[in-house]
């Protein structure tokens, strides 16, 4: 109960600070920040996920007691990497390039990239090794710090320079208070590891770089075309909807994947699958509801929390920008574990490949690619062309798909969404969201049980055991 709460909360700031930020420096800021926020994520995932990966792949609290070479390994691969980024970017400042932002503004955001790439190391090797508390302190005081310091510079500071720079600080300064104080293990390095590590993560990194640069893409197209106020409102809907589901579906994923690594220790190859196919059936029982949700109190949502100089012009790009970032967050985290369980990657590749080259070519061919909502348009259909992909590569591999969880999950996120949406409009904005959120989640929920989708009624049954446990101590 203590990790769902930490997650609460800090989904709920995470979800919160595009919205402030956006309220307090405006529509032209706003896409200016966007743009250096999307720079901040391609060097993160680029550069860092790979480490990320590795660790919840092949890091263990046995591991790091009986093989300190892997923890060894992995931070002299983060402390190159980062001297490299410190480097290049000294360079790239030096040179005084126009590279679109003002140097100032790329300096930050390539520092934020950096700081979240070290953060999210640590918070990985956290749950790798089952430290629920550890990973749960990191997350929530992260969380409200960044909150607190963005939304603050963005009130005293309204300019993207700040709001970045105190993001940053944000993940070196929760790091700083709640470092590990445990005794090191004597660490070494060792290059076959890191050549496995390469081998592994690489090329999922390199999909997931390639996703990453599609929002960057789009939002500084779209900025030169029609200018950066109209980059902040395609931006805002952006945000709104990756932060949903990345925070679903991270959480989901640090707790499933490695569920999954610890069944293939435990009882082979094969067990291992299994659990990637029950996680995957709980993703989409997650992910789905939530999309059709959101799209069905968005007017309400949007009344109420959607500054008024985005306000109307949102609406559009949000109903294109929810069904898109849904199925982003299927693939990385529903699907391509089917091929992480594996050690099969080029699936992934080739899915991202796709999204790519339909991006490109819709952003560049199609002459409805301008404004907010074209640009969304084109976001939608090519993560959709990846998600189309990746699926079918799982499909040719005969992996393990629980069609009937994943078939009720539809059915009853339908049925939820046809109850919802003749109401969309029907009260005031207040009671209507609180309306619309308590009656979809009742009858979701009601369905979910009837239905039993992803084993729901075992795992609150489990659930409640290990609460009552815990009550006893």
Not at 135 to 148: H, Q
Not at 244 to 251: D, R
Not at 389 to 413: E, H, I, K, N, Y
């Amino acid at each position: 109960m203590t990790f769902v709460a930490v997650f609460l909360v800090n989904a709920a700031l995470s979800f919160a600070l595009s919205l402030v930020v956006a309220h307090l420096v405006g529509p032209e800021s706003f896409g200016r920040y966007a743009v250096a926020l999307s720079i901040s994520v391609v060097i993160n995932t680029a550069l860092f996920e790979w480490l990320r990966l590795s660790t919840t792949r092949f890091y263990s609290e046995r591991v790091r007691v009986g093989r300190p070479e892997v923890q060894g390994t992995l931070d002299l691969l983060y402390a190159m990497t980062s001297a490299l980024v410190v480097a290049v970017t000294a360079i790239l400042l030096a040179a005084q390039l126009d590279l679109g932002l003002p140097p100032a503004l790329l300096g930050a955001a390539i520092a934020l990239g950096l700081s979240v790439g070290l953060f999210d190391y640590r918070t990985a090797q956290a749950r790798a090794r089952f430290l629920d508390r550890r990973y749960a302190g990191l997350l929530l005081a992260r969380g409200i710090l960044a909150f607190a310091l963005a939304t603050g510079a963005a009130w005293l500071f309204p300019d993207p320079l700040h709001v970045i720079s105190a993001s940053a600080f944000a993940a070196v300064a929760t790091m700083a208070i709640l470092r590990d104080r445990e005794t090191r293990l004597k660490f070494r390095f060792d290059r076959a590891l890191a050549l496995r590590f390469a081998r592994y993560a690489v090329p999922l990194v390199a999909a997931s770089a390639l996703y990453q640069l599609l929002p960057l893409l789009n939002r500084s197209v779209l900025a030169g075309r029609a200018g950066f106020a109209e980059a902040g409102y395609f931006s805002l809907a952006s945000e709104i909807a990756v932060r949903l589901f990345q925070n679903l579906g991270s959480a989901l994923d640090l707790a499933l994947f490695q569920l999954a690594v610890r069944e293939e220790e435990r009882a082979g190859r094969a067990a291992g699958e299994r659990q990637v196919a029950r996680n995957l059936a709980l993703v989409v029982a997650i992910l789905l509801p939530a999309a059709i949700g959101l799209c069905a109190v968005w007017p309400s949502f949007e009344a109420l929390f959607v500054p008024a100089s985005f306000r109307g012009e949102v609406a559009g790009p949000m109903m294109l920008a929810i069904p898109a970032f849904a199925a982003y967050a299927l693939v990385q985290y529903g699907l391509n574990p089917v091929f992480q369980i594996r050690h099969r990657t080029a699936p992934v590749i080739a899915a991202a490949v796709a999204a790519l080259a339909v991006n490109l070519a819709l952003l560049f061919g199609w002459p409805g690619a301008f404004g907010a909502e074209g640009v969304a348009a084109v976001q939608l259909a090519s993560l959709a062309a990846g998600l189309v992909v990746v699926a079918a590569a799982a499909l040719l591999v005969r992996a393990v798909f629980p069609w009937r969880d994943l078939g009720l999950a539809v059915v009853a996120s339908a049925i939820m969404g046809a109850a919802l949406w003749p109401w969309r409009e029907a009260f005031p904005p207040a009671l209507g969201l609180a309306a619309q959120v308590a009656a979809g989640a009742a009858i979701y929920g009601m369905l979910a049980l009837a239905f039993d989708i992803a084993d729901i009624r075992r795992n609150l049954a489990g659930l409640m055991a290990r609460l009552r446990r815990a009550k006893k101590h």
